[in-house]
């Protein structure tokens, strides 16, 4: 199969690609900048130049596939509902290249806030209320694209992705705050819990999503269901050698900055549906061990 993935230079996306060469597809990969482009080579896929506001190049490149990995998205937190207009524009896009012919749309979402909403355990078969993020309302849409005749499947991915060798996401946000501060902390008793996954098993996961997933399925890219925000700062703290705090849920935005408003959020999230439908078996090393392992320097 030939499939056009965006983001394909991230941190997820780009293993992602390896994953689906690996198993045998061919894979066009969307890249925005020079050294983005050379990445996407590197990993043995097709360059596509362009970027997620240019909806003629991504028709062009969906009409030339045959399944479509969506795992590109700008995270800017102060134009989130602009980053959400370019994301539905993108999926439109696709979606009206595949209607009608039973090929994989795959587009990434997220778990966290999912527990919160529920006061329990996030499970596939949740619905997330779509007004919490705009990209949840995109993602909900995404399902409905299954009526359309289009392969349309929704992963959603734990907060942190871990691994090394560039994850700029939650876990490096604490780590650096944690370096500058001189102190590692967590918000209250620390007792709400974060979800993680490997990237390596979540590229996997993608893979099995673009080969074997249901027409309107949702998918976990969840290894670890929820682990407790204190031990996370225990371990970053153990490996920069500062101490471990907690700080007061009031002054969590002060102390943490943008990270403030997420890390002391209860996140519990399974994935054993998924890996009933997929046959999915993370095997990578899990968070705290990433942590130990170095990955997670501060810097």
């Given at each position: 199969?030939?499939?056009?993935?965006?983001?394909?230079?991230?941190?997820?996306?780009?293993?992602?690609?390896?994953?689906?060469?690996?198993?045998?597809?061919?894979?066009?990969?969307?890249?925005?900048?020079?050294?983005?482009?050379?990445?996407?080579?590197?990993?043995?896929?097709?360059?596509?130049?362009?970027?997620?506001?240019?909806?003629?190049?991504?028709?062009?490149?969906?009409?030339?596939?045959?399944?479509?990995?969506?795992?590109?998205?700008?995270?800017?937190?102060?134009?989130?509902?602009?980053?959400?207009?370019?994301?539905?524009?993108?999926?439109?896009?696709?979606?009206?290249?595949?209607?009608?012919?039973?090929?994989?749309?795959?587009?990434?979402?997220?778990?966290?806030?999912?527990?919160?909403?529920?006061?329990?355990?996030?499970?596939?078969?949740?619905?997330?209320?779509?007004?919490?993020?705009?990209?949840?309302?995109?993602?909900?849409?995404?399902?409905t694209?299954?009526?359309?005749?289009?392969?349309?499947i929704?992963?959603?991915?734990?907060?942190?992705?871990?691994?090394?060798?560039?994850?700029?996401?939650?876990?490096?946000?604490?780590?650096?705050?944690?370096?500058?501060?001189?102190?590692?902390?967590?918000?209250?008793?620390?007792?709400?819990?974060?979800?993680?996954?490997?990237?390596?098993?979540?590229?996997?996961?993608?893979?099995?999503?673009?080969?074997?997933?249901?027409?309107?399925?949702?998918?976990?890219?969840?290894?670890?269901?929820?682990?407790?925000?204190?031990?996370?700062?225990?371990?970053?703290?153990?490996?920069?050698?500062?101490?471990?705090?907690?700080?007061?849920?009031?002054?969590?935005?002060?102390?943490?900055?943008?990270?403030?408003?997420?890390?002391?959020t209860?996140?519990?999230?399974?994935?054993?549906?998924?890996?009933?439908?997929?046959?999915?078996?993370p095997?990578?090393?899990?968070?705290?061990?990433?942590?130990?392992a170095?990955?997670y320097?501060?810097?």
């Amino acid at each position: 199969m030939r499939v056009f993935v965006t983001g394909a230079s991230g941190w997820i996306g780009s293993a992602s690609v390896t994953e689906l060469i690996a198993a045998g597809h061919q894979v066009l990969g969307l890249a925005r900048s020079d050294a983005g482009a050379a990445k996407v080579a590197k990993l043995g896929a097709e360059v596509v130049r362009g970027d997620l506001n240019d909806l003629a190049g991504l028709r062009a490149a969906t009409e030339r596939a045959e399944g479509v990995v969506h795992m590109g998205f700008q995270h800017d937190f102060s134009r989130m509902d602009e980053a959400a207009r370019i994301d539905r524009a993108a999926i439109d896009t696709f979606a009206e290249v595949l209607h009608g012919t039973g090929f994989p749309l795959v587009v990434a979402s997220g778990v966290l806030g999912l527990a919160q909403a529920l006061g329990r355990t996030g499970t596939e078969r949740d619905m997330p209320d779509p007004t919490m993020h705009p990209r949840l309302g995109n993602a909900a849409y995404t399902q409905t694209l299954a009526d359309r005749g289009v392969r349309s499947i929704v992963v959603r991915f734990a907060p942190t992705v871990h691994g090394s060798g560039g994850d700029h996401g939650f876990v490096a946000a604490l780590a650096r705050v944690a370096r500058e501060k001189g102190v590692s902390a967590y918000i209250g008793d620390g007792a709400n819990h974060w979800p993680a996954v490997h990237r390596l098993d979540a590229a996997r996961l993608v893979q099995l999503a673009i080969d074997k997933a249901t027409p309107g399925a949702v998918l976990h890219a969840v290894a670890e269901e929820g682990i407790a925000a204190r031990d996370i700062a225990g371990a970053i703290g153990a490996a920069l050698g500062v101490p471990v705090e907690s700080v007061a849920a009031d002054r969590a935005t002060e102390h943490f900055g943008w990270i403030g408003r997420f890390f002391g959020t209860e996140g519990t999230a399974s994935s054993e549906l998924t890996r009933a439908w997929l046959g999915w078996n993370p095997t990578h090393p899990g968070l705290l061990a990433d942590i130990a392992a170095g990955h997670y320097p501060g810097k």
